[in-house]
C-alpha cells in the first residue's frame, strides 16, 4: 500500500488529486475543532462518556470525536448515509426511480444524486433538532441559553456543518482520490486512535493500582490488552483476505472468422468478489438497526426500574435483540447490494453477444442460472463473514464488559476497508495513465 501510494505520487496529475484530498481532510479536522456556541463541552463531554457503548459514542467514534465536543461537525456524514439508504431503498421499490437509475444515463445519476443531497438536508434537520432537544433535556446547554435564539443558533451551525461535509465528501469523490464519503469516514475514525490508545494505557494503570471498574473508569488487564491487539491484527489479515478472494467463472470464446482474420477461441474467466459491497452492509446495517435506541436516547433515556428502561435495555446496542438484528440486516444489505451491482441477465447478454459461453452451460437462461446460483453463494459466505467480524466484538464487549470494544471492532472494520478500496482506486487510476511502475 506505502509502494503504491509512492508511486502514485510521482506522476502529477495523481499528486494534484492526493494534496487535494489532504487538504478537504486538514478542513474537515478544523471543522472538528471549531465549537458551537451556547453548548457547556465539558459537562457533554462527560455525559457521553457515560454513554460510550451506546449509539451516541458510535456516532462520536464516526465523527472522529466530534459529535461529544459539539463542533460544526457533529453530525459529520451520518445524515447522508441514512440518505443514501433511504434513497437506494425506494430505487428499488418505485418504478420511476429505478428507471431513472437504469436508464436515465449521466442525466438520471445527477437526479438522484441531486434527490439525496435535499433528502440529506431534512434528515440533519431533525438529528440536529434532537441533538439539540438531548442537550437541553440532559441540562447540557450553556447558562442562559434556553432562549429560541441560542436553539436556533445550534440547529442551523449543525445543519450547515452536515451539509458542507456532504459536499466536501463529493468533492473528493470528483477532484480527489478515492469514495469522498468513505474518506472522510476514515479519517474521523483514524483521528480516535491516539485517545483509544491513551484510554487502553490508562485502563492498564488503573489494573496496576487497583481501581475498581465502572462507568466512566476503564480497567484493562495486560493479558487482555495482548489478546486485544493480536486479535485485531488477526482480524485486519483476515479482512484483507477475505477482501481479495474471488470466485473465477471460466469462460471460453468461440472461434469467428471476420474477412480473412480469425477471432476468438481464447478462455478467460469471469471474476466475482466474495464480499463485492465492501463495508456499506455494515455502516447501513448499523444505522437503521440503532435507529429506535437512538431516536429514545435523543428524546430521553427512561429511568431506572420502570418498563420504558427495561424497553430500552432489550434493545441497545449490547442487547442480545440488538446483535441479531445487526447480524440479520447486515446479510439483507449484502444481498441487496450484490443485486445492484451484479445483474446476472445483463452479464450473460454480453457473454453471448460476445460470443463467449461458460464450458457446460448453454447461452441463455442455463447461464442465467448458472451465474445466479454462484452469486448467491458468495453472498451468502461474504455476509456471513462480515456478520461475523461485526457481531464478534459487541459478544466480547459483552463478556469482558467493556463495551468500547465492539465500537473498537467496527472501527477497524471500516478503517480496513476504506484502505483497500481507497489503493486499489489508485491502482485504477495509474493503470488508466498506462504507469507500469507499480506493476514491476
Not at 24 to 43: C, D, K, M, Q
Not at 235 to 240: D, E, S, T
Not at 369 to 398: E, Q
Amino acid at each position: 500500500m506505502i509502494q503504491t501510494i509512492r508511486k502514485a505520487w510521482a506522476i502529477p496529475e495523481l499528486r494534484k488529486k492526493i494534496i487535494f484530498t489532504l487538504l478537504i481532510l486538514l478542513i474537515f479536522r478544523i471543522g472538528n475543532a471549531i465549537t458551537v456556541p451556547y453548548v457547556n463541552v465539558t459537562l457533554l463531554e462527560d455525559y457521553l462518556n457515560q454513554m460510550g457503548g451506546t449509539i451516541l459514542g458510535l456516532y462520536n467514534v464516526m465523527s472522529g470525536g466530534a459529535f461529544a465536543t459539539a463542533t460544526v461537525f457533529a453530525l459529520s456524514i451520518q445524515p447522508y448515509i441514512n440518505s443514501s439508504i433511504i434513497i437506494q431503498l425506494l430505487t428499488v421499490a418505485i418504478p420511476a426511480l429505478e428507471r431513472l437509475a437504469r436508464d436515465g444515463g449521466e442525466e438520471g445519476r445527477k437526479k438522484i444524486q441531486s434527490i439525496t443531497r435535499y433528502t440529506t438536508v431534512g434528515i440533519a434537520v431533525l438529528q440536529a433538532f434532537g441533538y439539540y432537544m438531548l442537550m437541553r433535556s440532559n441540562s447540557l446547554l450553556a447558562t442562559g441559553a434556553d432562549g429560541i435564539w441560542p436553539a436556533l443558533v445550534i440547529i442551523v451551525t449543525f445543519i450547515a456543518g452536515s451539509s458542507f461535509v456532504m459536499w466536501m465528501g463529493e468533492q473528493v469523490t470528483e477532484f480527489g482520490v478515492g469514495n469522498g464519503i468513505s474518506i472522510i469516514l476514515f479519517a474521523g475514525i483514524l483521528s480516535r486512535v491516539p485517545s483509544m490508545v491513551g484510554a487502553m494505557y490508562d485502563g492498564v494503570q488503573h489494573w496496576a493500582a487497583g481501581t475498581e471498574a465502572s462507568d466512566t473508569v476503564m480497567v484493562l488487564h495486560p493479558a487482555l490488552l495482548v489478546l486485544l491487539l493480536v486479535g485485531v491484527l488477526a482480524l485486519v489479515i483476515f479482512i484483507v483476505f477475505i477482501n481479495d478472494s474471488e470466485r473465477r467463472i471460466p469462460i471460453q470464446y468461440a472461434k469467428r472468422q471476420v474477412g480473412r482474420k480469425m477471432y476468438g477461441g481464447q478462455s478467460s474467466y469471469l471474476p466475482m468478489k466474495v464480499n463485492m459491497s465492501g463495508v456499506l452492509p455494515i455502516i447501513f446495517a448499523q444505522s437503521i438497526a440503532s435507529l429506535p435506541v437512538t431516536v429514545w436516547t435523543f428524546i430521553g433515556i427512561p429511568e431506572e426500574e420502570t418498563i420504558s428502561r427495561s424497553i430500552y435495555d432489550a434493545i441497545n446496542t449490547q442487547s442480545i435483540i440488538y446483535m441479531v438484528v445487526y447480524f440479520i440486516m447486515i446479510i439483507g444489505f449484502s444481498y441487496f447490494y450484490s443485486t445492484i451491482q451484479f445483474n446476472p441477465v445483463e452479464i450473460a447478454n454480453n457473454l453471448k453477444k460476445q460470443g463467449g459461453f461458460i464450458p457446460g452451460f448453454r447461452p441463455g437462461k442455463p447461464t442465467v442460472d448458472f451465474i445466479r446460483r454462484v452469486l448467491n453463494k458468495i453472498t451468502m459466505f461474504g455476509a456471513i463473514y462480515l456478520g461475523i467480524v461485526a457481531i464478534c466484538p459487541l459478544i466480547l464487549g459483552k463478556v469482558v464488559g467493556n463495551s468500547y470494544l465492539a465500537i473498537g471492532g467496527t472501527s477497524v472494520i471500516i478503517v480496513v476497508g476504506v484502505a483497500l478500496e481507497t489503493v486499489k482506486a489508485l491502482e485504477a487510476q495509474m493503470l488508466m495513465r498506462q504507469y507500469k511502475g507499480f506493476l514491476e
